[in-house]
């Protein structure tokens, strides 16, 4: 949305200069906020965080596509979290190989064969894209990930318009200014957590956000607990330390942390093997797990959103089994693929190192686990492959198509950096959110959000 | 309004302490920031602006008859600034004593020989009061200056009430939360500024914002700058410097600075010798004082501000000059008022020097000047009054009535300090803002606005 910003204003060295005061002026009164490296849990210090000077414009087409398919991104994730069986085959492999999504899987488990304790789930996702060029100069809407863990950057983006808005105004650019969406995942996050809440029913609990014992993006998160508070739904902060200290289950599995009853644990934290410094962390959260409180994500949407399921979904007549009758959301959700190959043990994975040995910068290695910036390119895909102790270890990656985005100039915006014009790749994400309670799937609307993170510099 | 927050939540450090925390972010999510003593000019670090975690208690009727007499305080100063026998008179004695009043009322002066250019008049000023506690434990609104040059915090005080809402609710304390009223300063001041630029009628020309050499309060001004350019009224900020280096008149006294056609100047720099770094700045002022932009405040409008006037306002009968069919104005008006002593040489003048000498501790030693932080208290009083070289300096100075407020406890937030329960003492401020077009006087009705801070911690 919205015509590139014209060279007479981006390559104004003193309008740009001055364009860069306004706008992180402008970032900092809006809240989008990060605390500082050197002092990352105390809020004396802070600064804006990370932004473009300029919106990245992306088409319209693509944008709305991005928003329409994310309703179906939601029922398959849901979906794919109460089938039991598919996850059991789709991380069979992994789960031998990787210790983390087996330690997850087992928790799994452990509850399926107890119960589940709580019908309503609570799904917070966030599905990240590429633009994807296209030979004919238009371009195609592919999906990195699917978030179904600690999705973060809701909250700041919900201030990011208000800053574009007012920084293409001070550029002279009112027409593009009124182009900029309103952009509010905060609130359509709260929302849902509300709901959860609600449902849960009582009035006295709290909404316990489980968090980092790093924490330089508190802000993004205080956006989603002050939304809360203004509907009188008290939230409290904890980091898993705090539940392993005075957490406990009373006999009807109602979840107690520091004296107070949790109705929602909102995982913001606990996605990556690190996360977890002892056992007692691991006995922190199976015990939520256990627990009566809703979960967001509860264990089994956690394992629904690895890479592996991705990989998994993108084989023939897969989504077919989760939409039987919906030939369109099948074809809506598939559009959005980029290639995935197994690196499992056996011919297809055989098949897939031969591929990306021989190309490697047609494509991407990456992890299984959620966390972002473990990717590999190029010739470090030929390094990492080749350079596997036991050959087994691959079952921890997928390969993935490399997608071409175009690279848009901009100003990358960051505490302390230079003010240089750069090549900028950007993704697009959007927030999809839901409840369900029992098998009666009670879907809110997906609230339509739309975010753009810088992803690297060229 | 509100009462006192009990001692189960003051004296709870635990407690106390989240909530600080909690306050903090919320503070720095509204936008409550400056930046930091290290680096003034620069936006990459910043903090929140000094408040207090509860809100301060003011009784409705005395919150309400600081509103109410506003509107007479507007049309005070903007009578007095057009009454040049009555600022000469009231000012005779500081002009010899004191350079920098002196200097003002040349420009003063040298406007009235020439003939204003401008009969546009914006006043955006901020009376300050105290609650004086009385024998029978009621208290009373007494004015302690108005600020008719630069009043500041209107902006970040615009976003203190939702950081106070949501401690109170965080803190368990709904009704009290309930009870805090709205408070929007900036929208206000912006109003009145958007009103002098439409009547200025020139679209591409510009509001700019006179700013200090050093800029750690930036954000109380943003914050009207935002409301500006919402409204598609495009503001530059620039130093007295830039005003000497690139500033004209044309042939008409319309005032360029940089190219730009200026339409407001916003004084946020000027009202301290200091504020002057050269004979240049002088010029600069002088110039934009005999441009058609429209000034606020206007050179008499600044004299209006000075403590001579306020103490000469306080004598029997002044007030009925400029009201001389509205007593109930003076009436109003008068209530708000302290003792305010002359120290101009001769008899009355010396009758206060030996009130302030017999009890220091009943009263306070102001300089004429704006600018605050520079009272004179208790034995202090003594040591100035008896170490003036030549007695006529006493001058520069008035006397007045200490006011006595009742401290109330709180805790004082702000970068890096301790969390200490303090007795704080508070100032109510009631900005007033106006827009004059000729001798018609239309005044915008005032917006009814309120500011605690805090003055000292006892």
């Known amino acids: 949305m919205g015509e590139n910003i014209p060279d007479e204003v981006m390559k104004n060295p003193a309008l740009v200069k001055e364009l860069a005061d306004v706008a992180k002026d402008e970032a900092l009164l809006q809240g989008v906020l990060m605390r500082i490296q050197e002092s990352p849990n105390s809020s004396e210090l802070v600064t804006y965080a990370p932004f473009t000077l300029f919106p990245s414009p992306v088409p319209k087409a693509v944008f709305l596509q991005a928003l329409e398919v994310q309703t179906h991104f939601n029922t398959l994730v849901d979906k794919i979290s109460q089938d039991s069986d598919f996850l059991q085959e789709a991380l069979a492999n992994t789960i031998e190989v990787d210790d983390f999504t087996a330690r997850l899987f087992r928790i799994h488990q452990q509850i399926l064969e107890e119960g589940r304790s709580q019908k309503i789930v609570l799904g917070l996702n966030r599905s990240d894209y590429m633009l994807d060029q296209r030979q004919d100069g238009t371009s195609a809407l592919k999906q990195i990930e699917i978030n179904t863990f600690a999705a973060s950057f809701g909250g700041l983006s919900s201030r990011t318009p208000d800053v574009h808005r007012h920084i293409l105004k001070v550029a002279g650019r009112p027409e593009e200014s009124r182009q900029i969406l309103d952009n509010n995942p905060a609130a359509g996050l709260a929302r849902a957590v509300a709901k959860a809440w609600e449902l849960y029913g009582s009035e006295r609990a709290f909404v316990m956000f489980l968090v980092e014992e790093v924490q330089r993006n508190i802000f993004d998160q205080r956006y989603v607990e002050s939304e809360l508070w203004r509907r009188n739904i008290p939230t409290i902060r904890k980091r898993f330390d705090d539940v392993c200290g005075s957490g406990s289950l009373d006999q009807d599995k109602r979840l107690f942390v520091d004296g ?20 007692e962390c691991w006995d922190a959260r199976l015990m939520m797990e256990r627990s009566r409180a809703v979960k967001c994500p509860d264990i089994s949407t956690h394992l629904a959103g690895t890479k592996k399921v991705q990989q998994v979904l993108a084989r023939p007549g897969v989504l077919e089994k989760f939409f039987p009758d919906q030939p369109e959301a099948v074809k809506q959700i598939r559009a959005t693929f980029a290639g995935l190959y197994t690196l499992d043990m056996g011919p297809e994975g055989d098949q897939t190192v031969e591929m990306a040995l021989a190309a ?30 036991d050959a087994t270890q691959r079952t921890a990656y997928i390969l993935m198509d490399k997608i071409n985005p175009a690279p848009v100039q901009n100003y990358l915006l960051r505490q302390g950096g230079p003010l240089t014009l750069s090549n900028c790749l950007s993704e697009l994400g959007a927030f999809g959110a839901y409840v369900r309670h029992g098998i009666d799937a009670r879907h809110l609307l997906p609230h339509s959000c739309h975010f753009c993170c810088i992803l690297s510099e060229e």
């Open 260 to 279: 107070k009853e949790v109705a929602v644990v909102y995982f913001r934290n606990g996605y990556m093997p690190q996360n977890y410094t002892s056992e």
């Open 360 to 389: 490697p910068d047609r494509y991407v290695l990456k992890p299984q686990r959620e966390g972002g910036g473990n990717n590999i390119y190029g010739a470090e895909i030929r390094q990492v492959l080749e350079g596997l102790k």
